[in-house]
């Protein structure tokens, strides 16, 4: 299934936030999306998911939703937004209650999820009981749970230290191996972005537009972090965001002075 954005803008009573904006997610890619601070990007987030309806524009869903989706898009938050009594098997089977599910089926998918994200073993395990790294390999088996046509991601890396940070971005590379799913991914971190997304989406300074866009062909279980070509391409978006960012400081002394 293709996400699609068209001519998406959003304000906020007076302050123009974002757009207009033009962006697709196609079927099994990953689209990072990252840009200078406050440039908009967890609004284009949060209107792609349908929490904000946007001031112009629209987002559309193209293609057939996959077989057994039960939301088909779907949020994995910065901070796991786990609950903390439920046990893990029982935060990943939060998203299936309510959905008129057997419950064999519903036990076949959190097995699933779990052992899609190297859980099994901590099915019983409570959320205290896990690292940071663990905990959001929890956010992300419940969000697989339902079968999510493109996943939402939201910072989700950036609560972990960097050498979890790592491990979990291998852990992305190989569950994405497994079984590609789609997801519009949002980060400051560009190394995340370059070495898990398919394209990378620069948005300028507010209200943000899309700046550059950076499609990466090595495939991304092929990126290890010192290849030579990805260091071209971090290069490049750096240059793209601190641009920005330095024409965004420009302005704010322009105002203050
Ligand atoms: N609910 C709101 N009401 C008013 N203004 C808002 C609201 N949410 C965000 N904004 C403003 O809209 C702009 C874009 O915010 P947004 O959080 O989408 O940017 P961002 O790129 O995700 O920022 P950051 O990188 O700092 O997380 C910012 O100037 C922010 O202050």
Redesign the pocket.
């Known amino acids: 299934m293709r996400l699609i954005l068209d001519a998406v803008v959003h304000s906020?009573?007076d302050?123009h936030?974002?757009g207009p904006i033009d962006l697709e997610v196609d079927d099994g890619r990953i689209v990072a999306v990252v840009?200078p601070?406050?440039?908009?990007?967890?609004?284009?987030l949060a209107i792609a998911g349908g929490l904000i309806r946007p001031t112009a524009g629209r987002v559309a869903m193209a293609g057939d939703v996959p077989a057994g989706c039960l939301n088909p898009l779907t949020y994995v938050f910065q901070d796991f937004a786990l609950l903390p009594w439920r046990s893990v098997a029982a935060n990943v089977a939060l998203p299936l209650e309510g959905r008129g599910l057997g419950r064999a089926e519903r036990r076949a998918r959190v097995a699933d999820a779990l052992d899609r994200t190297g859980l099994s073993d901590f099915a019983d395990a409570l959320p205290r009981q896990l690292s940071g790294g663990m905990r959001q390999r929890v956010g992300i088996a419940r969000a697989l749970a339902v079968n999510p046509a493109v996943l939402l991601m939201d910072e989700p890396l950036s609560a972990l230290d960097a050498q979890t940070r790592d491990l979990l971005m291998d852990d992305l590379v190989a569950l994405h191996g497994r079984a590609p799913f789609s997801a519009l991914y949002?980060t400051?971190n560009l190394a995340e972005a370059v070495r898990l997304a398919h394209r990378v989406v620069v948005l300028s300074r507010?209200p943000?537009r899309v700046r550059d866009v950076v499609d990466i062909d090595i495939p991304i279980a092929d990126r290890a972090s010192t290849s030579a070509d990805l260091a071209v391409i971090t290069d490049r978006l750096w240059q793209s965001i601190r641009d920005e960012a330095a024409t965004a400081d420009r302005e704010l002394a322009n105002v203050r002075s």
Do not use: N
């Open positions: 906020y009573d302050l936030a974002l840009g601070s406050g440039c908009g990007k967890s609004t284009l949002v400051h507010r943000g």
